[in-house]
């Protein structure tokens, strides 16, 4: 009777050990991630310190400018001038 009792209490133990005292959903999610992110950024105030500092709003001429060049730079695609001929069979 003893060692039953001893089995079942250390059972419940093994059982209820495997309870977290903190939820999953109370855990911060993507913590790592930040954490990477600013120990990878060398200076955070570099564009405040260089004068380029991004601006929230996009004037409307600059952003034609850049859509045209953006759709202009891609340029024409380039032919394949050597084509890899694969026969399976014969």
Request: proline residues 4%; hydrophobic residues 30%; aromatic residues 2%.
């Amino acid at each position: 009777m003893n060692k039953i009792t001893i089995a079942i209490t250390t059972l419940l133990a093994i059982w209820l050990s495997g309870c977290s005292s903190t939820p999953q959903h109370s855990m911060e999610m993507g913590g790592s991630v930040n954490q990477m992110i600013s120990m990878q950024t060398l200076n955070p105030d570099a564009p405040l310190e260089n004068g380029t500092e991004l601006k929230s709003d996009l004037d409307g001429q600059i952003g034609e400018n850049i859509l045209h060049t953006y759709r202009t730079s891609t340029g024409e695609p380039e032919k394949v001038q050597n084509e890899i001929k694969i026969s399976i069979g014969n």
